[in-house]
């Protein structure tokens, strides 16, 4: 059975950083693309990043360029996004999804973890 | 980017009843391999999001019948026969032809009557 546990969220202060985990289960974690997307409260979902099955390559939605950065530790089959610089609009459930590359995209979902950037 | 719209914004339905959504993308979605990379979700109260239907019209593991996906180049429809509880929540389009960014339309609320 396919698992995703995300972990790492909480209450931030503008301007901080935060990392957040995603550790997989049930698959074998280096043949898929991995992703990030995050629905702020009573909003809809938005993609926030994605990486290669292999770590080579990432993609970032431009309001988070810059600011966050997405890896994967294959041997460990976890997924991490390193959140920088937050701004109070980075406010959201953060979620982790498997991806098939864009033929398949976020066909399995963690159950979230909600980050609050408030002072 | 890509815009999703997805109508209407909010469907009242009645258990046992059909009823469609529809998605329509702001420009083509058929991408340069020829598929067309138009895909469903559905976010049940208080759940993660669940993918339904891939490329238009696949159905993904475990997707009863009940539900159909349709449409080309800019315009989609999601269809549910034989509605029941369990298919009450927030259902999303998502176009991942025109990556990056990938685009969800902002949901449409499937609830009783």
């Known amino acids: 059975e396919v698992q995703l546990v995300e972990s790492g969220g909480g209450l931030v202060q503008p301007g901080r950083s935060m990392k957040l985990s995603c550790a997989a289960s049930g698959f074998t974690f280096n043949n898929y693309d991995m992703a990030w997307v995050c629905q702020a409260p009573k909003k809809g979902l938005e993609w926030v990043a994605t990486?290669?099955?292999?770590?080579?390559?990432?993609y970032y939605r431009d309001s988070v360029k810059g600011r966050f950065t997405i890896s994967r530790d294959n041997a460990k089959s976890t997924l991490y996004l390193q959140m920088d610089s937050l701004r109070s609009e980075d406010t959201a459930t953060y979620y982790c999804?498997?991806?098939?590359?864009?033929?398949?995209?976020?066909?399995?979902w963690g159950q979230g973890v909600m980050v609050t950037v408030s002072s | 980017d890509v815009l999703m719209t997805q109508t209407p914004v909010s469907l009242p339905v009645s258990l046992g009843g059909q009823v469609s959504i529809s998605c329509r993308s702001s420009?083509?979605?058929?991408?340069?391999?020829?598929?067309?990379?138009l895909h469903w979700y559905l976010q049940k109260p208080g759940q993660s999001p669940q993918l339904l239907i891939y490329r238009v019209s696949n159905r993904f593991s475990g997707v009863p019948d009940r539900f159909s996906g349709s449409g080309s180049g800019t315009d989609f429809t999601l269809k549910i026969s034989r509605v029941e509880p369990e298919d009450l929540g927030v259902y999303y389009c998502?176009?991942?032809?025109?990556?990056?960014?990938?685009?969800f339309g902002a949901g449409t609320k499937l609830e009783l009557k």
């Open positions: 420009q083509s979605l058929v991408h340069s391999d020829g598929n067309t990379y």
């Open positions: 999804a498997r991806q098939r590359g864009i033929k398949v995209p976020f066909d399995y």
């Open positions: 998502l176009q991942s032809t025109h990556f990056p960014p990938y685009t």
């Open positions: 990486i290669s099955y292999d770590g080579s390559s990432t």
